[in-house]
C-alpha cells in the first residue's frame, strides 16, 4: 500500500507540475519538472522551520523510493526500450564508427580524465581522498545519460546525424561504463579481482554482448509474434512482456539490461515495424510508448529535483562542486576530441560539430543512481553531493542552451541571382 500511495502522489505531482510548466513555464517538459520539483524543495526546507512535521514526511516518501533500484532495474529499462524504436537503423548503421568508439573508448578516456583531475582538486582544497575513488567517480559520470539526452534532442532541432551520434552514444556507453565502475568500487573496497585483460575482456564480452544478443532475439521473437496476429492491443502487450520479461532474463544471466532494451527496441524498431506491423500497429505502438516515455521522464526529473530533500550538507561541497563541473566538461572534451584525432576512419568533425557534442553530452539519473550505490564508508554523501552538482548543470544550462548551438549548424542562405533581365533605358 506504501508503495501505490508513493506512486499515486508522484503520478499526481508530475501530473500538476507538466500542467504548471506547459501553462506557464514552457520549458522542454523534464527540464521544468525538474526546476519545479527543485524549487519545491527549497520552499519544503524553508517551510519545515515551522512545520518540520510536514517536510519530515514528504521526505520520508521521496526517501522510501529506492531510487537507484527503480531507475537501473525499471525505469530505464522502459525509457530505452521506447528511445530505441524511434530510432532508424540505417540511419544509426551510418555513423556506427563514431557511435562505437565514444561509447567505448570516449567512456574509458573519461574516466581516466576526471579521476586524476578530481583526485588533484580534491587534494588542493585540502580534501585527502583515495584516487580509486576519484576514478569510480569518473566511471559513474563519464556515460552520457540517454534519458536526457533523448528527450533534450527531441527539441534540439540538430541535423540527423549529428542527433543520431549523440543519442547513439548515449544508448551504448552503459555497458562500458558499468562494467568500469563495478570493478573500480570493488578495488576501492579493498577486494581482490582479477585485473588481467582477458578478464576484463571477458566480463565486457558477458555484460555488452551478451546483452546485445539477448536483445535481438527478444526483438526478434516478438516480431515473429507480432506478424501472426493482427490486433494493435495484443501488439503493445508484447513489447511490454519483452521489457519486463527481458529484464528477468537478464538479472538471471548477469548481462546488461540496458544494452537488451536498446536492441529490442531497436529491432522492433526497424524489423518489426517493416515487416510484422499493420499501419494502425504502428501509429498505437508508437503513441503508447511515447505516453510511457513522457510519464515516467517526468516522474524520473521530479525524482531527481526532490532528491535536493535528501541530500546533507549538500551546500557544504559547492567548491568541489563547481570544479567538478569543469572537469566534467573539460574530460568530455578530450574523450570526443583525442578519438578523432588519433583513430583513422571516425569521420570528419569540425569545430562546431565537436563543441555541440561536447555541450550536447548531459548527464543525468543514471549518474545518481550509481553514485546511490557508493558505500556511506567510502564518501557517499560527498560523492553524491558533487554527482547533483554536475546533473543540475548539466541538465539546466547545457539542456537550455543545447538548441541555441544548433544554429551553428544550420547552412547560411545564400542570395538566388535574380533571373530578371535589367531594363536599359533607352
Given at each position: 500500500?506504501?508503495?501505490?500511495?508513493?506512486f499515486?502522489?508522484?503520478?499526481?505531482?508530475?501530473a500538476?507540475?507538466?500542467?504548471?510548466?506547459?501553462?506557464?513555464?514552457?520549458?522542454?517538459?523534464?527540464?521544468?519538472?525538474?526546476?519545479?520539483?527543485m524549487?519545491?524543495?527549497?520552499?519544503?526546507?524553508?517551510?519545515?522551520?515551522?512545520?518540520p512535521?510536514?517536510?519530515?514526511?514528504?521526505?520520508?516518501?521521496?526517501?522510501?523510493?529506492?531510487?537507484?533500484?527503480?531507475?537501473?532495474?525499471?525505469?530505464?529499462?522502459?525509457?530505452?526500450?521506447?528511445?530505441?524504436?524511434?530510432?532508424?537503423?540505417?540511419?544509426?548503421?551510418?555513423?556506427?564508427?563514431?557511435v562505437?568508439?565514444?561509447?567505448?573508448?570516449?567512456?574509458?578516456?573519461?574516466?581516466?580524465?576526471?579521476?586524476?583531475?578530481?583526485?588533484?582538486?580534491?587534494?588542493a582544497?585540502g580534501?585527502?581522498?583515495?584516487?580509486?575513488?576519484?576514478?569510480?567517480?569518473?566511471?559513474?559520470?563519464?556515460?552520457?545519460?540517454p534519458?536526457?539526452?533523448?528527450?533534450?534532442?527531441?527539441?534540439?532541432?540538430?541535423?540527423?546525424?549529428?542527433?543520431?551520434?549523440?543519442?547513439?552514444?548515449?544508448?551504448?556507453?552503459?555497458?562500458?561504463?558499468?562494467?568500469?565502475?563495478?570493478?573500480?568500487?570493488?578495488?576501492?573496497?579493498?577486494?581482490?579481482?582479477?585485473?588481467?585483460?582477458a578478464?576484463?575482456?571477458?566480463?565486457?564480452?558477458?555484460e555488452?554482448?551478451?546483452?546485445?544478443?539477448?536483445g535481438?532475439?527478444?526483438?526478434?521473437?516478438?516480431?515473429?509474434?507480432?506478424?501472426?496476429?493482427?490486433?494493435?492491443?495484443?501488439?503493445?502487450?508484447?513489447?511490454?512482456?519483452?521489457?519486463?520479461?527481458?529484464?528477468?532474463?537478464?538479472?538471471?544471466?548477469?548481462?546488461?539490461?540496458?544494452?537488451?532494451?536498446?536492441?529490442?527496441?531497436?529491432?522492433?524498431?526497424?524489423?518489426?515495424?517493416?515487416?510484422?506491423?499493420?499501419?494502425?500497429?504502428?501509429?498505437?505502438?508508437?503513441?503508447?510508448?511515447?505516453?510511457?516515455?513522457?510519464?515516467?521522464?517526468?516522474?524520473?526529473?521530479?525524482?531527481?529535483?526532490?532528491?535536493?530533500?535528501?541530500?546533507?550538507n549538500?551546500?557544504?561541497?559547492?567548491?568541489?562542486g563547481?570544479?567538478?563541473?569543469?572537469?566534467?566538461?573539460?574530460?568530455?572534451?578530450?574523450s570526443?576530441?583525442?578519438?578523432?584525432?588519433?583513430?583513422?576512419?571516425?569521420?570528419?568533425?569540425?569545430?562546431?560539430?565537436?563543441?555541440?557534442?561536447?555541450?550536447?553530452?548531459?548527464?543525468?539519473?543514471?549518474?545518481?543512481?550509481?553514485?546511490?550505490?557508493?558505500d556511506?564508508?567510502?564518501?557517499?554523501?560527498?560523492?553524491?553531493?558533487?554527482?547533483?552538482?554536475?546533473?543540475?548543470?548539466?541538465?539546466?544550462v547545457?539542456?537550455?542552451?543545447?538548441?541555441?548551438?544548433?544554429?551553428?549548424?544550420?547552412?547560411?542562405?545564400?542570395?538566388?541571382?535574380?533571373?530578371?533581365?535589367?531594363?536599359?533605358?533607352?
Amino acid at each position: 500500500m506504501d508503495l501505490y500511495y508513493t506512486f499515486s502522489v508522484l503520478i499526481v505531482l508530475t501530473a500538476f507540475f507538466s500542467y504548471i510548466n506547459v501553462r506557464f513555464i514552457k520549458l522542454p517538459s523534464t527540464i521544468g519538472i525538474m526546476i519545479i520539483a527543485m524549487l519545491a524543495s527549497i520552499s519544503l526546507v524553508g517551510l519545515g522551520k515551522s512545520q518540520p512535521e510536514l517536510q519530515l514526511q514528504f521526505s520520508e516518501m521521496i526517501r522510501s523510493v529506492d531510487f537507484s533500484q527503480v531507475l537501473m532495474g525499471a525505469m530505464l529499462n522502459f525509457l530505452l526500450f521506447a528511445g530505441a524504436i524511434h530510432i532508424s537503423l540505417h540511419d544509426l548503421r551510418k555513423q556506427r564508427i563514431p557511435v562505437i568508439i565514444f561509447s567505448t573508448v570516449g567512456v574509458i578516456i573519461s574516466t581516466i580524465v576526471v579521476g586524476a583531475l578530481m583526485y588533484a582538486a580534491f587534494n588542493a582544497l585540502g580534501m585527502h581522498i583515495p584516487f580509486i575513488q576519484c576514478l569510480a567517480f569518473g566511471a559513474l559520470i563519464s556515460p552520457t545519460d540517454p534519458i536526457a539526452v533523448i528527450a533534450i534532442l527531441k527539441r534540439a532541432g540538430i541535423r540527423k546525424s549529428l542527433e543520431i551520434k549523440v543519442a547513439g552514444e548515449s544508448l551504448f556507453n552503459d555497458g562500458v561504463a558499468v562494467v568500469l565502475f563495478a570493478m573500480l568500487m570493488q578495488l576501492a573496497r579493498g577486494k581482490e579481482i582479477d585485473l588481467t585483460f582477458a578478464h576484463i575482456s571477458g566480463l565486457f564480452l558477458q555484460e555488452a554482448i551478451g546483452g546485445l544478443v539477448i536483445g535481438v532475439v527478444l526483438g526478434y521473437i516478438g516480431s515473429q509474434g507480432i506478424k501472426r496476429i493482427d490486433d494493435y492491443n495484443v501488439t503493445v502487450m508484447i513489447t511490454l512482456a519483452m521489457v519486463m520479461g527481458g529484464y528477468l532474463i537478464t538479472r538471471y544471466l548477469h548481462i546488461s539490461s540496458p544494452l537488451t532494451m536498446v536492441a529490442a527496441g531497436l529491432v522492433i524498431g526497424n524489423y518489426g515495424k517493416a515487416t510484422a506491423m499493420s499501419a494502425s500497429d504502428k501509429d498505437y505502438l508508437d503513441k503508447f510508448w511515447e505516453l510511457i516515455d513522457e510519464i515516467l521522464n517526468g516522474i524520473l526529473f521530479l525524482i531527481i529535483g526532490f532528491e535536493l530533500l535528501l541530500i546533507p550538507n549538500l551546500t557544504q561541497y559547492w567548491q568541489i562542486g563547481s570544479l567538478a563541473v569543469v572537469i566534467v566538461l573539460l574530460a568530455r572534451f578530450f574523450s570526443i576530441w583525442l578519438p578523432i584525432r588519433l583513430i583513422p576512419n571516425i569521420g570528419t568533425f569540425d569545430r562546431k560539430t565537436i563543441t555541440i557534442l561536447v555541450w550536447g553530452g548531459l548527464r543525468g539519473g543514471v549518474s545518481v543512481a550509481l553514485a546511490l550505490t557508493i558505500d556511506e564508508s567510502l564518501n557517499q554523501s560527498l560523492f553524491l553531493s558533487i554527482t547533483y552538482y554536475v546533473v543540475v548543470f548539466s541538465i539546466i544550462v547545457q539542456g537550455l542552451t543545447i538548441g541555441k548551438l544548433t544554429s551553428w549548424q544550420k547552412p547560411a542562405k545564400v542570395p538566388q541571382k535574380s533571373n530578371r533581365r535589367r531594363k536599359v533605358a533607352v
